[in-house]
């Protein structure tokens, strides 16, 4: 075999490995994760205390998912831009199978730098259940009077930073504007196949 047929014979192969490994990640990062079955009413049986006077903001997420730090950063965002501050509740779910601590990963401390917001630590995934949350970085926003205006995700895709829809929609409905989506796709780890590895 010529040496230049065998040269791009090498090539091709590479270049094809190469779409092929690309295609795989991109199919990763952009597959939505598990949607909520969310309640349409604020759960009586969670231990979150909705606040009556303004919406109140739930995000749920997995300590250990490296996808959330995004999504965590879109929250950050979209709190800033609020005109209308909501009651902000972070839920990190705990299984009770991983050692004291193992919640208070980077995420519990970027998550407690965010103003006014309440950190929670969800033993077992209770709350996470009880609100329906099923991915990483899961949010619902209900309203004063407890119905559900907004479930879904707040990033893109997984991982990316920016504007997207989600984001847009939670910053539209807090200051009252038009052209909010209700639901999202959301992007992260499993909740709970995540939490038992």
């Given at each position: 075999?010529?040496?230049?047929?065998?040269?791009?014979?090498?090539?091709?192969?590479?270049?094809?490995?190469?779409?092929?490994?690309?295609?795989?990640?991109?199919?990763?990062?952009?597959?939505?994760g598990?949607?909520?079955?969310?309640?349409?009413?604020?759960?009586?049986?969670?231990r979150?205390?909705?606040?009556?006077?303004?919406?109140?903001?739930?995000?749920?997420?997995?300590?250990?998912?490296?996808?959330?730090?995004?999504?965590?950063?879109?929250?950050a965002?979209?709190?800033?831009r609020?005109?209308?501050?909501?009651?902000?509740?972070?839920?990190?779910?705990k299984?009770?199978?991983?050692?004291?601590?193992?919640?208070?990963?980077?995420?519990?401390?970027?998550?407690?730098?965010?103003?006014?917001?309440?950190?929670?630590?969800?033993?077992?995934?209770?709350?996470?259940?009880?609100?329906?949350?099923?991915?990483?970085?899961?949010?619902?926003?209900?309203?004063?009077?407890?119905?559900?205006?907004?479930?879904?995700?707040?990033?893109?895709?997984?991982?990316?930073?920016?504007?997207?829809?989600?984001?847009?929609?939670?910053?539209?409905?807090?200051?009252?504007?038009?052209?909010?989506?209700?639901?999202?796709?959301?992007?992260?780890?499993?909740?709970?196949?995540?939490?038992?590895?």
């Amino acid at each position: 075999m010529p040496k230049n047929l065998w040269i791009a014979g090498v090539a091709a192969v590479w270049l094809a490995c190469a779409v092929a490994g690309l295609y795989v990640l991109w199919t990763y990062d952009n597959r939505p994760g598990i949607p909520a079955r969310a309640s349409e009413k604020w759960p009586d049986a969670s231990r979150l205390v909705a606040a009556s006077d303004r919406a109140t903001l739930v995000f749920v997420a997995h300590p250990q998912c490296t996808c959330t730090r995004a999504s965590l950063g879109e929250l950050a965002e979209a709190l800033a831009r609020t005109t209308s501050k909501p009651k902000t509740y972070v839920v990190f779910v705990k299984p009770s199978s991983m050692p004291e601590g193992w919640e208070k990963s980077d995420l519990w401390e970027s998550a407690s730098r965010l103003p006014d917001t309440t950190i929670v630590r969800d033993d077992d995934g209770r709350e996470a259940e009880i609100f329906g949350a099923a991915t990483s970085g899961q949010t619902f926003v209900y309203d004063a009077a407890g119905a559900l205006q907004f479930s879904g995700g707040i990033t893109a895709s997984r991982a990316h930073a920016g504007d997207n829809e989600g984001r847009s929609s939670v910053v539209a409905l807090l200051n009252h504007l038009q052209g909010r989506r209700a639901t999202t796709n959301v992007f992260g780890c499993s909740l709970f196949a995540a939490a038992k590895s």
